[in-house]
């Protein structure tokens, strides 16, 4: 390969004008229009030809220093094309035939498909090509679990229009306001083979986002790029296929209207990127079934996603508060005084977790009776201080003998099956010699039931983690290798670690109950979230379940929060925490957060304390490491570090009725709990690659220190009123500003947008105890053109119940305020329980002096209001104010 390039860079010239005299429709072609026609490795000229394809040497282009370059193998502009021979339209589908005269080079093309069109709703529409002859594998989950939406009436209300060409077919999606195509597969071909299938989109913009799971950045620049998506267990690195499948992108066009693209396949899959700017997706089986949402704000193309995917479920609030974990307490003593040392000191802790070295020989549903014989105290000792439990389950299945969950599991038929033989594969995970149960097996929802419930008779836990779910083996295929049929080795396998298919996991030819693993290996932890998830509702009666889930696949959050698994203690993996967050957001996974102070390697103290405080703000809070790194629970470090610990706890912990606020709609409306800038400020153009500062919901800028030895900080803040979070002094600005701000050891930078009110709490080492404290509101003032206002609201429930939205067993307040009060508007009281509001902050208020305050009419005196800073407070110290019905409370 390297031979050749040298030669063409030599006879460069010589080259291109044999190309000319060749084709003349490869000469046409610039670099960034070029789309590779030779994605496998080892691309060389005859071989390239051989595929009726043109070959020469980028144009102008001086070295090729890797393969995600310009390629030298490339389509023609009349490769061989699918056009339309027939189109039939009912009242929302088109359903179109195509066929094409001619195979090309990929083994078992079909030449003839179905192209159905179904204008979904005002704002989604839906694409599939199948195979008309034969039925093809199709992702089995959304239309048995996902709720119906409302169809439409009238296919001329839609927000957008369909343009098909007929020869070469190709599909324009076109957005109606503005005429720009948000999909347009004319830029390549369309190749439909049994095992590969290939499309492109023209982009409509250089800059997207989404493509999880990835170690990235939050927005992609389209440069020659590419993207794999085959679930595996590896740290999190760059370039390479991670725990979690979810081919879902966004991009905004220059008037900054957002458009969504979901492709629903499970299949192994690279998206490649184009400079032209384009996407192309290769996947190696099912169907081509995609969605394009119009948007048009960010906010609604996430709305519109989640309403397909299936929405974020309303977590139990214990699980907003802090969790500790680590592998390698080694012995419940150890555990036990880690636990104590923590409450000790004060810190703000609800959930105390174990990994696998509490397990018996490391089998699921066991603890370790030598070692961890206080388990089950501590777990009662944890429920009596109003905190939780939670531990590992993986999914392998050791088969040793004489052990319950495998022998029950090979009665019942739950194992993955070996090739073609009816006997179960075999892997090696954590405790040797493993089997994996196939959760697409009716069976095995059933069977998870028992070995969960078993357990919970020995040890009450609050939920579980279920790791190792790509799913993770450490032999490749089994322990007896791999069939080698089309599965196992398919014609065209994706660039996955390691190069094969069976890298790391089980064999793509194994049988599941609903189809090959080749098909649903990237639902694997998917599958399994739900059969825990049906479990845990079973057993903790009507509660909310408590599952942390690695891997995932699009509709994953309606079950399980994520972390993104084995990141490092360093700076690089803290800033990277962001920009996953961020995307799992959009991936409809709104509970989430990386481990805090790093999983492996040492942490240092700086680290950790500026890790604590930016986890601090993630939807999901866990310090958690490995078994070999230094102890890292707040307790070991310094008192300073300590109490800056805490600080950043007592924020959160104060914060999280507004955080459970966000959840709820989330979970209603499919907002995100956190979001990136451009969310709220998409025509503000800096903000588009912002991902070292976001957003907790609309209302909370984070701007953390993510380098060592920084006490300053640079952020962008958008044209708005912001005010300093815990002072309330305004920044002064009139225009977008970057600003470097003063960034102490002690504190992190956050600041609240005028126009909000956010509800707050006073914290409380738990969050049992502090749900019964009393609430306060803080209202940050904006000017609009006649006047300072702010809006808000909350949602408050028992916190547990799995059914409060659905019977009303909740209540929610409507907030409006302006310069001379703040009215609070009862909209749903269902959950009887007294919510005292004890204190109401106002800042931005610009009045020379406030000489009185009216509550509901009465005279009220304990206030403050400082005319420097424009900030008034009130404590209703000795009222009774009730947040149970409508209220109002004026100042002047
Ligand atoms: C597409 O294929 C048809 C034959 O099926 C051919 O007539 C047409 O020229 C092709 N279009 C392009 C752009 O190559
Ligand atoms: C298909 O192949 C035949 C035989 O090789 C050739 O004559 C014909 O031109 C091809 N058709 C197209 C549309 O490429
Ligand atoms: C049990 O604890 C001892 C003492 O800490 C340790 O050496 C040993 O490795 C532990 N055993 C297991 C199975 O973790
Ligand atoms: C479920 O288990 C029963 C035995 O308990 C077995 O007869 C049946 O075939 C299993 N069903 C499936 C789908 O594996
Ligand atoms: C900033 O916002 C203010 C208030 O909305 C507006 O008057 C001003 O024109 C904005 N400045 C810029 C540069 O957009
Ligand atoms: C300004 O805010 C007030 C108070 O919320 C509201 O009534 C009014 O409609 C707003 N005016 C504009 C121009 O947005």
Not at 64 to 89: E, G, I, R
Not at 210 to 225: F, R, V
Not at 581 to 601: A, E, H, P, T
Not at 644 to 662: G, H, V, W
Request: charged share 20%; with cysteine.
């Amino acid at each position: 390969m390297l031979k050749i390039c040298i030669f063409l860079l030599i006879f460069n010239q010589l080259v291109i004008f044999a190309a000319w005299g060749a084709n003349l429709q490869c000469d046409k072609i610039s670099n960034i229009e070029r789309f590779d026609c030779f994605p496998e490795y080892g691309s060389n000229q005859v071989e390239c030809e051989r595929r009726g394809c043109c070959w020469s040497p980028p144009i102008g282009h001086k070295k090729l220093t890797n393969d995600m370059d310009t390629p030298y193998c490339f389509f023609p502009k009349d490769f061989p094309n699918y056009s339309v021979v027939d189109k039939q339209t009912q009242s929302n589908t088109l359903t179109y035939t195509i066929e094409k005269q001619n195979s090309t080079f990929r083994p078992n093309e079909i030449l003839k498909l179905q192209v159905k069109i179904t204008f979904d709703t005002k704002t989604r529409l839906r694409v599939q090509i199948t195979d008309p002859s034969k039925h093809r594998f199709q992702v089995p989950i959304f239309n048995r679990e996902f709720k119906a939406y409302p169809k439409l009436n009238n296919i001329d209300e839609t927000d957008y229009q369909i343009y098909i060409n007929d020869n070469p077919f190709y599909i324009k999606i076109i957005r109606k306001s503005n005429g720009k195509a948000i999909f347009d597969s004319s830029v390549a071909p369309l190749i439909y083979a049994d095992q590969y299938i290939q499309f492109s989109t023209r982009l409509i913009n250089n800059i997207f986002y989404g493509i999880g799971e990835h170690q990235d950045s939050l927005s992609h620049e389209a440069t020659w790029n590419r993207y794999t998506f085959w679930n595996r267990d590896i740290a999190p690195t760059i370039n390479t296929n991670l725990y979690g499948t979810h081919p879902f992108y966004m991009s905004l066009d220059k008037q900054s209207n957002a458009m969504g693209f979901y492709l629903l396949n499970s299949n192994g899959m690279d998206i490649n990127v184009n400079p032209t700017p384009a996407l192309t997706f290769i996947t190696i089986g099912g169907i081509v079934d995609f969605y394009v949402y119009l948007g048009p704000s960010p906010s609604d193309v996430i709305a519109q996603h989640t309403e397909l995917i299936g929405r974020s479920q309303m977590p139990q609030y214990f699980t907003l508060g802090f969790h500790l974990c680590r592998w390698g307490y080694f012995t419940s003593d150890k555990l036990y005084d880690v636990i104590k040392r923590n409450r000790a000191i004060g810190i703000p802790y609800d959930v105390q977790w174990t990994d696998i070295d509490a397990m018996s020989e490391r089998l699921d549903w066991t603890y370790d009776k030598q070692n961890f014989t206080l388990l089950p105290e501590i777990v009662r000792d944890l429920h009596e201080h109003g905190q939780y439990y939670v531990n590992i389950i993986d999914p392998a299945i050791s088969n040793t003998p004489n052990y319950y969950p495998y022998e029950s599991g090979v009665k019942q038929n739950v194992f993955i099956k070996q090739f073609d033989k009816d006997e179960p594969l075999i892997g090696v995970v954590w405790p040797g010699t493993t089997a994996f149960p196939d959760f697409t097996n009716p069976n095995t929802t059933q069977w998870w039931l028992e070995q969960a419930s078993n357990f919970y008779d020995i040890i009450k836990y609050d939920g579980l983690w279920i790791d190792m779910n790509e799913p993770s083996n450490f032999v490749d295929g089994s322990i007896n290798g791999c069939l080698g049929d089309r599965y196992d080795e398919p014609p065209y396998v994706p660039r996955v670690l390691g190069g094969a298919l069976n890298s790391r996991t089980v064999c793509a030819s194994s049988q599941q109950y609903l189809s090959s693993h080749y098909n649903l290996h990237n639902m694997y932890g998917h599958f399994e979230a739900i059969a825990t998830y049906h479990a845990l509702r079973s057993i903790q009666k009507n509660k909310r379940p408590f599952i942390l889930t690695r891997s995932s696949f699009g509709g994953t959050g309606q079950y399980a929060a994520h972390w993104s698994g084995d990141n490092r203690a360093t700076w690089e993996d803290l800033y990277y925490s962001i920009p996953n967050m961020l995307s799992f957001n959009m991936f409809g996974i709104s509970q989430v957060g990386s481990d805090i102070c790093g999983f492996s390697g040492d942490t240092s103290e700086e680290l950790c304390v500026r890790w604590m405080q930016l986890g601090s703000f993630y939807p999901f809070m866990r310090n958690h490491n490995d078994d070999v790194s230094k102890d890292q629970d707040p307790a070991v470090f310094s008192k300073v570090a300590q109490d800056i610990m805490k600080k950043a706890l007592m924020t959160r912990y104060a914060l999280l009725p507004y955080f459970y606020n966000l959840f709820y709609k989330s979970n209603q409306f499919g907002e995100t709990v956190v979001r990136p800038l451009f969310f709220e400020f998409p025509n503000d153009l800096e903000t588009h690659e912002i991902d070292r500062q976001f957003l907790v919901g609309p209302a909370l800028l984070v701007t953390p220190v993510l380098n060592q030895g920084e006490e300053k900080v640079n952020g962008y803040f958008p044209n708005e009123t912001w005010y300093d979070y815990k002072s309330g002094d305004e920044l002064k600005l009139t225009k977008g500003e970057y600003l470097t701000l003063e960034a102490p050891i002690t504190d992190t930078n956050v600041h609240v947008r005028g126009g909000h009110i956010i509800p707050y709490q006073h914290p409380s080492q738990t969050t049992k105890q502090s749900r019964k404290n009393p609430f306060g509101l803080l209202v940050a003032l904006k000017q609009n053109a006649t006047s300072k206002f702010a809006l808000g609201s909350m949602y408050w429930d028992d916190g547990e119940s799995l059914d409060s939205i659905d019977t009303k067993n909740y209540n929610y307040f409507n907030f409006l305020a302006n310069e001379n009060g703040l009215i609070g508007k009862r909209v749903v009281y269902g959950y009887e329980s007294r919510m005292i509001l004890s204190d109401l902050k106002v800042y931005g208020l610009d009045k020379t002096s406030v000489s009185q305050v009216l509550i509901d009419g009465q005279f009220y005196d304990n206030f403050d209001y400082d005319s420097d800073k424009h900030v008034l407070r009130i404590k209703f110290f000795n009222v009774n104010m009730l947040l149970k019905d409508t209220f109002d409370i004026i100042w002047s």
